[in-house]
């Protein structure tokens, strides 16, 4: 989608922080956007921030709830007659550890943080496909979806899977001429991440801080601007890029794990069945991707090696 202006973009936690930024960057590319979050408060913040324009609609809703989510769906097509961008960026903190045995927490936390952008694709993209008009879906994993963090298991579990989900539904979609991003911010300042000036009502004591709070906040007072990230996604969608990275001090851990992945690989030869099984699958992939995402009709299929009824390995 090089020309954004005019498009209708639906983003999951809108109201604040990085979907936020979403909401702006994406509002001064001349398009109109629905806000669907679950916080009245943030609503509220975000509805004072953008008052008199008549480009955004806020729906509430909850993404973990498949009802709530078709209602929030229903009222964003009465108000703009179309979706072209789906933003899956609604994420909360916790979830708990591998061994908490506090499943209800576990279980929530991967509800929205998982659940939320399966339901809101499973939803949304279908109505894209049947536009016909092209479009984009962006998903919001974490660099938690890539180095994990100690500890927060259920986090980065969602976040491995959410971009898991956006590779897969980026092959599906390509040759619809439909593009997939995956967002992997790192420290950026917002709601998830803050100084104890973001939040005076909280009156924190920072002197009796542990130093890796200390640090915490250190890093949040450096953190990226979600305005900046949300001018990313807009670049990432216009561009077609399927990798969105805005914070580049995690780029060492990531070459590491790469080096441990490959030097982890058996040194004998595969057999032959394998390796026929993984070239096919393989070149499905990459013809899949060939198709630089734009709409392929079905006679050209065969140009790019495709059947566009056998798309998928099942
Ligand atoms: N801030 C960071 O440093 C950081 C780093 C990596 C990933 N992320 C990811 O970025 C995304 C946005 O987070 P943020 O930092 O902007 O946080 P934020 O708290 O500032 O904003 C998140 C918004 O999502 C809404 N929301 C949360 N759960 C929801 C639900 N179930 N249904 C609807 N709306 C819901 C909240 O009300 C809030 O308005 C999340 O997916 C988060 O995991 C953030």
């Given at each position: 989608?090089?020309?954004?202006?005019?498009?209708?973009?639906?983003?999951?936690?809108?109201?604040?922080?990085?979907?936020?930024?979403?909401?702006?960057?994406?509002?001064?590319?001349?398009?109109?956007?629905?806000?669907?979050?679950?916080?009245?408060?943030?609503?509220?913040?975000?509805?004072?921030?953008?008052?008199?324009?008549?480009?955004?609609?806020?729906?509430?809703?909850?993404?973990?709830?498949?009802?709530?989510?078709?209602?929030?769906?229903?009222?964003?097509?009465?108000?703009?007659?179309?979706?072209?961008?789906?933003?899956?960026?609604?994420?909360?903190?916790?979830?708990?550890?591998?061994?908490?045995?506090?499943?209800?927490?576990?279980?929530?936390?991967?509800?929205?943080?998982?659940?939320?952008?399966?339901?809101?694709?499973?939803?949304?993209?279908?109505?894209?496909?049947?536009?016909?008009?092209?479009?984009?879906?962006?998903?919001?994993?974490?660099?938690?979806?890539?180095?994990?963090?100690?500890?927060?298991?259920?986090?980065?579990?969602?976040?491995?899977?959410?971009?898991?989900?956006?590779?897969s539904l980026r092959m599906q979609l390509a040759p619809l001429?439909?593009?997939?991003?995956?967002?992997?911010?790192?420290?950026?300042?917002?709601?998830?991440?803050?100084?104890?000036?973001?939040?005076?009502?909280?009156?924190?004591?920072?002197?009796?801080?542990?130093?890796?709070?200390?640090?915490?906040?250190?890093?949040?007072?450096?953190?990226?601007?979600?305005?900046?990230?949300?001018?990313?996604?807009?670049?990432?969608?216009?561009?077609?890029?399927?990798?969105?990275?805005?914070?580049?001090?995690?780029?060492?851990?990531?070459?590491?794990?790469?080096?441990?992945?490959?030097?982890?690989?058996?040194?004998?030869?595969?057999?032959?069945?394998?390796?026929?099984?993984?070239?096919?699958r393989?070149?499905l992939a990459?013809?899949l991707?060939?198709?630089?995402?734009?709409?392929?009709?079905?006679?050209?299929?065969?140009?790019?090696?495709l059947d566009l009824n056998t798309t998928a390995v099942e």
């Amino acid at each position: 989608m090089q020309d954004l202006a005019g498009k209708v973009a639906f983003i999951t936690g809108g109201a604040n922080g990085i979907g936020f930024g979403m909401v702006r960057a994406f509002l001064s590319e001349g398009m109109k956007v629905v806000v669907a979050d679950w916080n009245p408060a943030n609503i509220d913040k975000a509805k004072a921030a953008l008052a008199g324009n008549n480009a955004v609609a806020f729906v509430r809703a909850n993404v973990a709830d498949r009802g709530d989510l078709k209602s929030a769906v229903d009222e964003a097509l009465a108000a703009f007659g179309a979706i072209h961008v789906l933003c899956n960026n609604a994420g909360v903190n916790g979830g708990g550890t591998a061994d908490d045995p506090d499943f209800d927490a576990w279980d929530k936390a991967m509800a929205v943080n998982l659940g939320g952008v399966v339901n809101a694709s499973k939803l949304i993209v279908p109505i894209i496909k049947a536009q016909g008009e092209g479009g984009h879906v962006v998903c919001t994993s974490s660099m938690a979806g890539v180095v994990p963090l100690p500890g927060l298991a259920a986090y980065s579990t969602a976040k491995y899977a959410v971009r898991g989900f956006a590779e897969s539904l980026r092959m599906q979609l390509a040759p619809l001429g439909i593009g997939v991003s995956c967002l992997f911010p790192g420290a950026t300042r917002t709601g998830m991440l803050y100084a104890p000036e973001d939040k005076p009502e909280e009156a924190i004591d920072e002197a009796a801080a542990s130093d890796f709070q200390k640090a915490l906040w250190a890093a949040a007072r450096d953190a990226i601007d979600p305005l900046d990230t949300g001018r990313a996604v807009a670049e990432a969608i216009k561009a077609n890029r399927f990798y969105i990275f805005t914070n580049r001090e995690f780029l060492d851990e990531v070459i590491a794990r790469d080096r441990e992945m490959e030097a982890a690989f058996p040194e004998q030869d595969p057999p032959s069945g394998r390796v026929k099984f993984e070239t096919l699958r393989a070149e499905l992939a990459r013809n899949l991707l060939a198709t630089g995402n734009r709409a392929v009709a079905a006679d050209d299929a065969g140009d790019f090696g495709l059947d566009l009824n056998t798309t998928a390995v099942e």
